[in-house]
């Protein structure tokens, strides 16, 4: 009897062993899926074919480009990205494999972390190092208006150049089209849309805001020199999306803006007057408010009613068209004027 009851406790300690050792291997066998998951390997729709966010885009070195659609076979493990918008929209998701990206530039605070040496250094926004592109082997390069030029140059290195940059003539559907890019190729459409219907919470909320005055001016500071922005221009989206109404439709539309000068603001003389600070934006030293709050400038409406607001320079100029970022842009707004 006894020999029966140590058989049967042993048997016992057996089946228990054995259940606690699946239950390890199914725990860490779940560990490692959900590991896999988070580089993409389970994304379906492989291989995929990407179309650009816009189909052509006009350099002056290079005349009319045409960016064409690219078919990837898998999930790019490898990533060099220029667009600061779409490097934006990657963080935001949870994106990993970012091997390279420019630094000639001040990077917004919460972008900070791409500027240490875990990633590589490309070169800057407009002179790409191809040597150095290269050598990192990347698997796709996500670029936008600055690297046209290069477009060619960059498809030797590898086939698959995304162009993936916001377009003045229709910012905001360039922007949302960059995001399903993003969400596509990486399996992260729910997050995309988790941060999109942010947005569009924080768009009613500026709109309101908006309504409450009558004219608005959005304008650029470059080291004491201004430039003018009206709708269908670069910041066009302020008046198109936000709701702002411009003072005039008398402006330039160009990417940089129409030179304007602080007497010209002085006779559209709006209720509330944007200034984007490109100087900020460069690294270089800001002298925007003792420049901006001149005598003539004190004449303004906005001025006496304390509605000239500082924009974030790189926040607006070099990271704008990713979700953090046009979020961000939002709310620095309402923060501002309310």
Not at 93 to 107: A, F, H, M, N, R
Not at 193 to 202: L, S
């Amino acid at each position: 009897m006894k020999n029966l009851k140590l058989l049967t406790l042993v048997l016992a300690m057996m089946v228990f062993v054995l259940a606690a050792c699946n239950s390890g291997n199914e725990s860490t066998n779940d560990s490692n899926t959900s590991s896999e998951q988070s580089k993409g390997a389970s994304v379906d729709g492989y291989p995929m074919t990407i179309s650009p966010t816009i189909a052509t885009t006009e350099s002056e070195e290079a005349g009319t480009v045409a960016f064409k659609d690219v078919t990837l076979e898998k999930v790019p493990e490898r990533i060099v990205v220029f667009d600061y918008g779409f490097l934006d929209t990657l963080d935001a998701i949870g994106v990993e494999g970012i091997v390279g990206i420019p630094k000639d530039t001040t990077l917004p605070a919460y972008l900070s972390k791409y500027a240490s040496d875990d990633y590589a250094n490309i070169g800057t926004l407009k002179a790409p190092l191809l040597e150095d592109i290269a050598a990192l082997e990347p698997d796709v390069i996500f670029i936008s208006s600055r690297q046209a030029t290069f477009y060619e140059q960059l498809k030797e290195i590898t086939p698959n150049v995304i162009f993936v940059g916001t377009n003045q003539n229709d910012y905001w559907g360039t922007f949302l089209k960059s995001t399903e890019i993003a969400g596509k190729i990486f399996g992260k459409e729910d997050e995309v849309k988790e941060h999109v219907a942010k947005i569009d919470t924080a768009l009613e909320e500026v709109k309101g805001l908006a309504s409450e005055f009558d004219t608005t001016l959005v304008t650029m500071y470059n080291e004491g020199k201004l430039s003018g922005f009206a709708t269908n221009s670069r910041f066009g989206y302020i008046y198109d999306i936000y709701g702002f109404v411009p003072v005039t439709e008398d402006i330039e539309a160009s990417s940089h803006g129409s030179n304007f000068g602080f007497e010209a603001i002085l006779d559209f003389d709006p209720q509330v007057l944007f200034v984007i600070d490109r100087t900020a934006a460069t690294g270089a030293t800001s002298n925007i408010a003792s420049d901006m709050e001149n005598d003539i400038i004190k004449q303004t409406t906005a001025y006496k009613n304390n509605r000239i607001v500082y924009l974030d320079g790189p926040l607006w100029y070099l990271s704008g068209g990713g979700v953090q970022s046009e979020l961000a842009k939002i709310q620095e707004i309402l923060n501002e004027l309310k």
